[in-house]
T-cell receptor
Framework: SQTIHQWPATLVQPVGSPLSLECTVEGTSNPNLYWYRQAAGRGLQLLFYSVGIGQISSEVPQNLSASRPQDRQFILSSKKLLLSDSGFYLC?????????????FGEGSRLTVL | KQEVTQIPAALSVPEGENLVLNCSFTDSAIYNLQWFRQDPGKGLTSLLLIQSSQREQTSGRLNASLDKSSGRSTLYIAASQPGDSATYLCGLTTDSWGKLQFGAGTQVVVTP
């Protein structure tokens, strides 16, 4: 069966520090991968998605970047965090290609920037 | 531009009552619609997926309907239990790339 892992689960970072959140999927190949952010009072917002290794699409301009160095690994990064980067970050996967399947989410990483 | 709305934002019902959760959208050209449950501090758990050619899906006590012409989906939870307390989110895609656009969610409390 397929599983998705995110880490770290919680982190507190000072403004201006770097960030790296990691997401891996097991039990599938060539998934579409997604990073969403859930900020207080703002709902879920799609940040990035990827349909393959090295292929990243950004949905909103921001202080963050994403990379996909391996088929089932998706990384969210920042060189210098802002207060506004605080939120709950969720990784999700979707069957590769033009499938009509469900989107599955990880347990999330809660980021607090102080 | 597609907009997804969930009303009410919060709902409290006594145990045993049926729950009716609404999701409306402005553009009927959707690819599929998915209902999720989110417990506090947790990720999203998929409940039901309705593809654009379908009108409803059922799983146990859950039933979701889709009416594209009126821009509405409804999630019914029969005989609610305290364990059903959570936030329920609907998300939809407008293409096959799986990019979900979400409503703000309905927070449900089922009281014993």
């Amino acid at each position: 069966s397929q599983t998705i892992h995110q880490w770290p689960a919680t982190l507190v970072q000072p403004v201006g520090s770097p960030l790296s959140l990691e997401c891996t999927v097991e039990g599938t190949s060539n998934p579409n991968l997604y990073w969403y952010r859930q900020a207080a009072g703002r709902g879920l917002q799609l940040l990035f998605y990827s349909v393959g290794i090295g292929q990243i699409s950004s949905e909103v301009p921001q202080n963050l970047s994403a990379s996909r160095p391996q088929d089932r690994q998706f990384i969210l990064s920042s060189k210098k965090l802002l207060l506004s980067d605080s939120g709950f970050y969720l990784c999700a996967w979707y069957p590769g290609g033009r499938a009509t399947g469900e989107l599955f989410f990880g347990e999330g990483s809660r980021l607090t920037v102080l | 531009k597609q907009e997804v709305t969930q009303i009410p934002a919060a709902l409290s019902v006594p145990e045993g009552e049926n729950l009716v959760l609404n999701c409306s959208f402005t553009d009927s050209a959707i690819y599929n619609l998915q209902w999720f449950r989110q417990d506090p501090g947790k990720g999203l758990t998929s409940l039901l997926l309705i593809q654009s050619s379908q009108r409803e899906q059922t799983s146990g006590r859950l039933n979701a309907s889709l009416d594209k012409s009126s821009g509405r989906s409804t999630l019914y939870i029969a005989a609610s239990q305290p364990g059903d307390s959570a936030t329920y989110l609907c998300g939809l895609t407008t293409d096959s790339w799986g990019k979900l656009q979400f409503g703000a969610g309905t927070q449900v409390v089922v009281t014993p």
